[in-house]
């Protein structure tokens, strides 16, 4: 087996996250939705850089930012807001509500439905940890000028659909 003699231990090659120079990639570099997964992964590992030791995880901040703006919030359109399935809400919810950072109160008019706030604790913490976003931003779009960035980010709210959404102030 001398072709697998760089083999690593998952049979892949070279240790993961190390680029082999000499792969052919096809057309994959040129293909928006291969770059936008990577774009995607890299924003992730970011955020775990930046909010290390904060219990965080980008859809949890993306629940509380949510709440935070839109007290009252119900599941579905939190879910909807987030482009993801009720029950991986769900399970991202589950240690937001265990923590007591969100309070689960039930809709007026309808008790079937549920709606989320913040508890006075979790506004406490979310206002602390909050800031740490900008600088997750900066990492992940270090090298970038400021035009740069807005053009980026107005390309991809047209692309994701969301470009009717306004942009709320930060």
């Known amino acids: 087996m001398e072709g697998r003699k760089d083999a690593g231990p998952d049979g892949g090659g070279e240790a993961a996250g190390r680029l082999r120079e000499d792969l ?8 928006v939705g291969h770059l936008l997964r990577h774009a995607f992964l890299r924003g992730q590992q970011v955020f775990a850089e930046v909010f290390a030791g904060e219990a965080l ?3 949890q901040f993306m629940v509380l930012e949510l709440v935070d703006r839109n007290d009252g919030i119900t599941h579905g359109d939190v879910a909807a807001a987030m482009s993801c399935a009720p ?4 399970t991202a919810l589950k240690p937001l509500t265990a923590s007591g950072m969100l309070d689960q109160v039930t809709v007026a008019g309808d008790r079937r439905r549920v709606a989320y706030r913040l508890s006075p604790a979790g506004r406490l913490r979310f206002r602390q940890v909050r800031p740490l976003i900008e600088t997750a931003e900066d990492r992940l779009l270090d090298g970038l000028a400021a035009d740069e960035k807005e053009v980026l980010a107005r ?16």
Request: proline fraction near 3%; glycine fraction near 6%; charge should be positive.
């Open 24 to 31: 052919d990639y096809g057309c994959l570099n040129d293909l």
């Open 57 to 59: 995880t980008p859809l």
């Open 87 to 90: 029950s991986v809400l769900t």
């Open 155 to 170: 390309i991809l709210r047209r692309v994701s659909g969301r470009n009717s959404q306004l942009r709320n102030n930060r």
